[in-house]
């Protein structure tokens, strides 16, 4: 897969991981399980990517006598889903137009 496609997915999974409430990173990468591995070294970059993009925001808190890290969707987050959301019907336009001719050979 195109590696500017797939950072743009891989921002967008993140950025649905905590549109609901905020969250950590082991958290984080247990709910996105379901759709994709993600490594830790992968998830924190994406955090700062995002983080400098004002997608989110950070705070630390103490649990276990130990700090972690917050993570808490902005507005700029939630419109950033939302054109995500606007853009895929055009990627599922280009899908069908590039498999279509696969659907009549079969």
Request: charged content about 30%; proline content about 1%.
């Amino acid at each position: 897969m195109d590696i500017q496609l797939k950072r743009g997915l891989l921002d967008v999974c993140v950025l649905a991981a905590i549109k609901n409430e905020d969250s950590y990173g082991y958290k984080i990468i247990k709910d996105l399980q379901p759709c994709l591995a993600l490594s830790e070294s992968t998830l924190y970059t994406i955090l700062k990517r995002l983080e400098a993009a004002n997608m989110l925001t950070v705070r630390t808190v103490e649990h276990g006598g130990r700090l972690r890290k917050y993570y808490h969707i902005t507005a700029a987050g939630l419109s950033r889903i939302e054109e995500f959301k606007a853009e895929w019907q055009e990627m599922l336009d280009i899908y069908q137009f590039v498999t279509k001719e696969d659907a009549s050979h079969d």
